[in-house]
């Protein structure tokens, strides 16, 4: 939303947004990839569901320090441990399928090299 909103209001056109900061990022293309939820096991597992955004940090072995990997990732899909998507509040993911652009491919994938995966839902 463009404006602030209040209580009962009609939508009007110049109230929406023209531009999504984080989706207009796939505009030029994106990859769809997966990880299992060992790889993500500090992060917010148990409560990530379709359409979060969330930042990808993983423990870079070289300075034991966790380092960005990827900002504002499309979530599209989670899983459980039986492979079925999850859909209700208590069931627990055990996969993610996320959007990654071009760009952030290498750094995904080194993320998985590293190891010790957090995600963090992005809450605004």
Do not use: C, H, W
């Not at 209040?6 to 531009?19: C, E, P, R, Y």
């Not at 990997?69 to 039986?82: G, I, L, P, Q």
């Amino acid at each position: 939303m463009e404006n602030t909103m209040g209580k009962s209001q009609m939508v009007l056109k110049d109230d929406i947004a023209k531009q999504d900061e984080v989706m207009d990022k796939y505009k030029g293309g994106y990859e769809v990839t997966s990880f299992a939820a060992e790889s993500f096991d500090g992060g917010v597992n148990g409560s990530l569901r379709r359409g979060d955004i969330v930042n990808v940090y993983a423990l870079d072995p070289a300075t034991e320090l966790l380092t960005l990997m990827a900002e504002n990732v499309y979530v599209a899909e989670v899983y459980d441990n039986a492979g079925k998507k999850v859909g209700e509040p208590k069931e627990i993911e055990t996969s993610f399928t996320v959007y990654v652009t071009p760009e952030e491919v290498e750094n995904i994938n080194l993320a998985v090299v590293y190891g010790g995966i957090q995600m963090y839902l992005k809450t605004e």
